[in-house]
């Protein structure tokens, strides 16, 4: 298969060179296109008042691997590969990560990570999101291996239209996960907390710091079961999510509930 690869934490970082080089030593043709630096929490920017700049990276990823640089943000680097790279040769995948830290709940809003992946959903591309749930634990092996799994499984099953899958893996050792579940999105929230600092000239400056709120009631979905659990609630007890997604946001709900509250003139 024709694989593509990106990610928000640069193309140096070490998730996607585990990711890439475990897919590229089992014959897929795989091509890396991302940030030549961390772009974290871009969400879906493009680049649009400079130039992008893109150049071939040699030695660091699998000799079967061909990887790209690129001065863009992820969501660049993806329409970059697409419009422009691979042209000629779409892939049949495009993934994401495996990103240092999870992307969870209403991460997905900021998360360049996801972004990347959902560019390839929006050009008719199956695309998955992968991400490990610890911002300091560095043992990418297990999501790489379940990533060659559910590629697989895709292959084999494939799904019946292109899909936006988001992937978190809990940050332990393979025997210490529990499973996978299918989950839908959950909330996650932050204390946000600004920092004011000083530079050397004597000006302030602001620094976002803020830790998660663990403890949050996850609420219920007015079209899903009560029981599928969220993927906060299910990464939090060491199973791996797969959560669906899509970019349209149209709210359902109020749509029904405008048109029987609002007269509108046609």
């Known amino acids: 298969m024709r694989i593509l690869i990106s990610n928000d934490d640069g193309i140096f970082a070490k998730g996607i060179r585990t990711l890439a080089n475990a897919i590229a030593s089992c014959d897929h043709e ?20 400079q130039p992008i700049r893109a150049d071939i990276i040699e030695g660091i990823f699998h000799e079967k691997v061909t990887a790209w640089s690129c001065s863009g943000t992820p969501s660049d680097c993806v329409k970059l590969a697409l419009s422009a790279i691979l ?11 495996i990103n240092q830290g999870s992307n969870l709940g209403t991460d997905i809003l900021y998360s360049g990570t996801v972004s990347a992946a959902m560019e390839g959903t929006m050009e008719g591309i199956t695309s998955i999101a ?8 560095k043992e990418f092996q297990p999501a790489a291996n379940y990533a060659l799994k559910l590629i697989q ?43 004011q600092r ?23 979905h007015i079209y899903l079961p009560p029981d599928l659990p969220t993927d906060v609630q299910a990464n939090k007890d ?19 509930r405008l048109e029987q509250k609002l007269i509108i003139d046609n």
């Open 198 to 220: 000083f530079d050397p000239r004597g000006k302030s400056y602001y620094w976002l710091a803020g830790e998660v709120v663990e403890e949050i009631e996850q609420p219920e």
């Open 238 to 256: 060491n199973y791996i999510t797969i959560t669906p997604l899509q970019y349209n946001l149209t709210d359902v709900i109020t749509v029904q």
């Open 130 to 137: 992968f991400s490990l749930a610890s911002f300091t634990i």
């Open 87 to 97: 042209k000629d040769n779409p892939p049949d995948f495009v993934l994401s990560g």
């Open 153 to 195: 499984q895709l292959i084999e099953n494939p799904l019946p239209e292109a899909t936006l899958l988001n992937v978190n893996i809990p940050p332990v050792s393979e025997p210490e996960i529990k499973g996978v579940k299918i989950t839908r999105q959950g909330i996650r929230r932050y204390t946000e907390n600004f920092k």
């Open 30 to 49: 795989v091509t890396v296109v991302a940030p030549d630096r961390e772009r974290s929490a871009t969400g879906h920017g493009l680049t649009l008042h």
